[in-house]
């Protein structure tokens, strides 16, 4: 593994992390979530290694190497990020000239459901995991909140009072664990890794909530590729997801915008982070026999 940086469209520097793969069949691209970083995912883009994948992940602004656990960045972090997103995918282009598929996870999903609606010609296949159709009162509620706390000079402040009403209402839903896992020795690994458990600020959410609103809208939507792969995936027990509930009405979208080449795992009994409970060897094999067949079809295509 290794570690880098480029410069992006602001000329800011943004931190990744490259699991290279002498002559990969494909390259995964790992999008990955609140309050946490690139380095939470060097077992899961090892065992992508062993099986011949390249693995590329930046840390997002406001998170690990790219602005410590700040929690914030000056400008529009949801689509100021989702812009590095897809400057790094070219990075990955040129020194692979391979298929590429994107993973994003929480709210490396919302991310990676943006660049399907902004950027979907650049990669040839996605994985939206821990995810949800977000599309209800929490939205415009959240970004009003956020908003209103950055207009008494709170921007940079710990967003206390969304992250308990959200983070702290799932966590309630368990007596043991948290919903990051069902795995107690996973949470205790979530909660002291140096990377994690912190609160976004109050600019973050502004930005989020308003990156979120985005999504779904009829011109966003014509914009969606219908030949692109999708895997949607999570825990049944996910309040991200709404116990599953909201990750089939996002199922239930994308097949009615017209994805012909679009599948669904829940896993039963396993919440949040379904690499890091349970599930972690099915959910391992999962993305990558997904992305394995993502590369092949591609491989097909360039022989006609």
């Known amino acids: 593994m290794?570690?880098?940086?480029?410069?992006?469209?602001?000329q800011k520097r943004i931190f990744y992390r490259e699991w290279e793969c002498g002559d990969p069949v494909g390259v995964v691209q790992i999008v990955h979530g609140m309050a946490e970083s690139s380095a939470r995912y060097d077992r899961f883009a090892r065992a992508l290694n062993e099986r011949g994948i390249a693995v590329?992940?930046?840390?997002?602004?406001?998170?690990?190497?790219?602005?410590?656990r700040s929690g914030y960045c000056e400008g529009d972090i949801f689509h100021d990020t989702l812009r590095d997103v897809a400057l790094l995918t070219d990075i990955a282009?040129?020194?692979?000239?391979?298929?590429?598929?994107?993973?994003g996870h929480s709210y490396g999903s919302f991310l990676t459901q943006s660049y399907l609606e902004n950027y979907g010609e650049k990669i040839d296949g996605a994985i939206v995991g821990g995810s949800a159709y977000f599309h209800d009162l929490q939205v415009p509620v959240g970004r009003a909140i956020s908003s209103l706390a950055c207009l008494f000079g709170r921007e940079k402040k710990a967003a206390e009072l969304i992250a308990q009403a959200s983070f702290g209402a799932y966590n309630k839903k368990f007596r043991t664990g948290t919903f990051i896992s069902?795995?107690?020795?996973?949470?205790?690994?979530?909660?002291?890794?140096?990377?994690?458990?912190?609160t976004l600020s109050y600019g973050f959410y502004r930005s989020f909530f308003g990156g979120v609103s985005d999504l779904y809208r009829k011109k966003n939507v014509s914009r969606l590729r219908k030949d692109i792969p999708i895997l949607l995936i999570a825990?049944?027990?996910?309040?991200?997801?709404?116990?599953?509930?909201?990750?089939?009405?996002?199922?239930?979208?994308?097949?009615?915008?017209?994805v012909g080449d679009l599948s669904l795992v829940l896993y039963p009994g396993v919440r949040h982070e379904y690499?890091?409970?349970?599930s972690r060897e099915k959910a391992t094999e999962e993305i990558a026999s997904f992305a394995e067949r993502v590369f092949a079809g591609n491989r097909e295509k360039a022989d006609e």
Do not use: I, Q
Request: a negative charge; proline letters at 5%; charged letters at 40%.
């Open 2 to 10: 290794t570690e880098n940086e480029f410069k992006s469209f602001d």
């Open 56 to 68: 590329f992940c930046d840390d997002h602004r406001g998170h690990g190497e790219t602005d410590g």
């Open 93 to 103: 282009r040129k020194k692979y000239p391979v298929p590429l598929v994107l993973f």
């Open 182 to 198: 069902s795995v107690e020795e996973e949470c205790k690994k979530y909660e002291e890794h140096p990377d994690c458990n912190f």
């Open 235 to 258: 825990g049944e027990e996910d309040p991200v997801g709404g116990m599953g509930k909201l990750v089939k009405r996002l199922y239930r979208f994308y097949r009615d915008a017209g």
């Open 275 to 278: 690499l890091n409970d349970v």
